[in-house]
């Protein structure tokens, strides 16, 4: 008879895009915890000076940089495959895939497929590629758990229930900077006012995510694929204090949420503990009464088209979910430079889709190939 080998004390972790708002926070969290989890691995794109910092705490046994080899110091790893050899390596049990984009996808299916979990803050790469993702966790026997703050939320509603006794879920959007906008004033709003988040700090993309609300359309097909919903089942409402996570609704009518201040701590901790809970200090305690009053709202649809059309390519399937994500960080880059206004970012998405959202979906190159079309569709657009 083989018995398997016992599980590590100390788990193993990879933080890939370390030097970023959540890979930052994962690290504040694991440095609380290194009796628990030691950071094996780090991964960033540019950001050598702070990578070092980031490698003389931790004393890391793998550390890459995926978009420069100036200043990099002897032994690191460089260029884009550093994701996939962090991802894959038998030191690792977690991978914190804390990567901007569709640049995540390799590094998730690399891991899932060498049976690791992934606690998943990279959601675009759920969002390309959902089906294979799955795919992949079924043969390599991985996981991915959710650190999207809603979808974390939503893991811990339902942990030990089972999925034949949810209604519905609903997620909820903080609506994002311009949610009092009215829609003639969106045309003039600037790169400045976009990274104006209200409740949140993050980087750059998905805090203009969070603007255009293509942010929560991403998070819808995101529990798609995570919690095995149809669309029908998984709505959305704007919730300006985010500080309910999101809810679950029961067949009985019994809905439960799960609260707190915004803070990207508990999810980060949680998708590393799941099942279990660790005690821990990080997320500010909880007063509601400081925190009230609670508002919510139904979202402004026709005002933000980017969340109809990414909730449609979701359903629409094969590759459409990959040109939606594709064509808007293309769109997005393109804003963040200047070079084209806010509501140019659903025209582009709109029209990306109307010429590739019937494309195949069925293998990683095919959505590649989808990826790579829907942002040259973009770039000509703007003649950029
Ligand atoms: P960020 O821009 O602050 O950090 C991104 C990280 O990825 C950086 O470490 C950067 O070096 C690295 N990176 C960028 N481009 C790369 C590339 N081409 N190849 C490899 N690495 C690259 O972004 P963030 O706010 O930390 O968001 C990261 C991911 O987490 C996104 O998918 C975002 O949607 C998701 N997320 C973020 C938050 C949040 O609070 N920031 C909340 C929920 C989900
Ligand atoms: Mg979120």
């Not at 950071?39 to 070092?52: K, Y």
């Not at 690399?110 to 966790?137: D, H, I, Q």
């Not at 509501?343 to 029209?351: E, G, T």
Request: aromatic share 6%; with cysteine.
């Amino acid at each position: 008879m083989t018995t398997s080998p016992p599980a590590r004390q100390v788990r193993g972790v990879a933080v890939l895009g370390s030097t970023g708002s959540v890979g930052t926070t994962a690290l504040r969290v694991l440095q609380r915890h290194r009796d628990r989890f030691r950071v094996v691995a780090l991964t960033a794109f540019s950001n050598v000076a702070l990578l070092r910092e980031q490698a003389a705490l931790f004393e890391p046994n793998f550390l890459g940089v995926v978009g420069s080899d100036d200043d990099v110091m002897s032994g690191w790893a460089c260029g884009p495959d550093c994701l996939v050899r962090a991802a894959q390596r038998d030191d690792v049990d977690i991978v914190i895939n804390a990567v901007v984009g569709g640049a995540g996808l390799d590094a998730t299916l690399a891991a899932v497929s060498a049976g690791k979990r992934v606690a998943l803050a990279n959601k675009e790469s759920l969002v390309m590629a959902g089906e294979l993702v799955l795919a992949a966790c079924g043969r390599g026997g991985g996981e991915i758990v959710p650190v999207d703050s809603e979808h974390s939320a939503i893991l811990q509603c339902l942990a030990g229930r089972s999925m034949k006794d949810v209604r519905r879920i609903i997620l909820t959007a903080s609506g994002g900077p311009f949610r009092e906008w009215p829609r003639e004033r969106l045309a003039r709003a600037t790169v400045a006012d976009a990274l104006h988040h209200p409740t949140w700090s993050m980087g750059r993309k998905i805090t203009v995510d969070s603007a255009t609300l293509a942010n929560k359309a991403l998070e819808v097909i995101e529990a798609h694929f995570l919690f095995g919903l149809a669309y029908e089942q998984i709505e959305v409402v704007v919730h300006p204090q985010s500080v309910v996570h999101s809810f679950v609704e029961f067949v009985d009518g019994s809905v439960l949420a799960q609260l707190g201040a915004p803070s990207m701590e508990l999810p980060v901790l949680y998708a590393l503990t799941h099942p279990e809970r660790l005690g821990d200090t990080g997320v500010p305690p909880f007063d509601p009464v400081e925190l009230g009053p609670l508002v919510f709202e139904s979202a402004r649809y026709s005002d933000f088209p980017a969340l109809r059309a990414g909730v449609e390519a979701g359903r629409r399937g094969g590759a459409a979910p990959a040109v939606f994500n594709a064509a808007n960080e293309q769109a997005v880059a393109l804003f963040l430079e200047a070079k084209i206004g806010f509501l140019d970012i659903p025209r582009a998405i709109d029209a990306a889709l109307e010429r590739l959202g019937d494309g195949d979906g069925g293998n990683r190159d095919a959505l590649m190939r989808a990826d790579e079309c829907a942002r040259r569709i973009v770039r000509e657009m703007f003649a950029c």
